[in-house]
């Protein structure tokens, strides 16, 4: 492999890579490139794949790569920042109903 530093790129697979597909992948390359035999270009591919392999850490970097196939949101499926805050919405409301504040000069 030649010089890449992006972790999709070493393991050949999209940025929107389901988790089952980067597993693939790296068994694939853990294979193509044993720790014995190879020892730089394994580390490199255990490193991509810790990388990948943690939701937050890849959602952070979905969010930086444009252009990618998965949204930020498929990848934080459940967790609770992806639940909306409603707390203001009963005051918000009430601001859009009032009537506009008169100005005194």
């Known amino acids: 492999m030649t010089g890449h ?3 999709e790129a070493v393991l050949g697979i999209h940025p929107g890579a ?6 693939a992948a790296y068994l694939s390359k853990v294979k193509q490139y044993p720790p014995d035999r190879s020892p730089e270009e394994f ?5 991509a794949y810790e990388v990948l392999r943690d939701r937050r850490q ?4 979905i969010v930086i790569a444009p252009g990618a196939d998965q949204p930020l949101a498929a990848l934080l499926d459940g967790h609770p920042a992806q639940r ?6 009963p ?3 009430a601001l859009e109903e009032a009537p506009p504040a008169k100005r005194s000069e």
């Open 84 to 89: 909306r805050f409603t707390g203001f919405d």
């Open 58 to 61: 890849r959602a952070r970097r």
């Open 18 to 23: 389901t988790d089952e597909e980067i597993r």
């Open 43 to 47: 580390e490199r591919v255990r490193d």
């Open 5 to 7: 530093s992006d972790p």
């Open 91 to 93: 005051w918000l409301k």
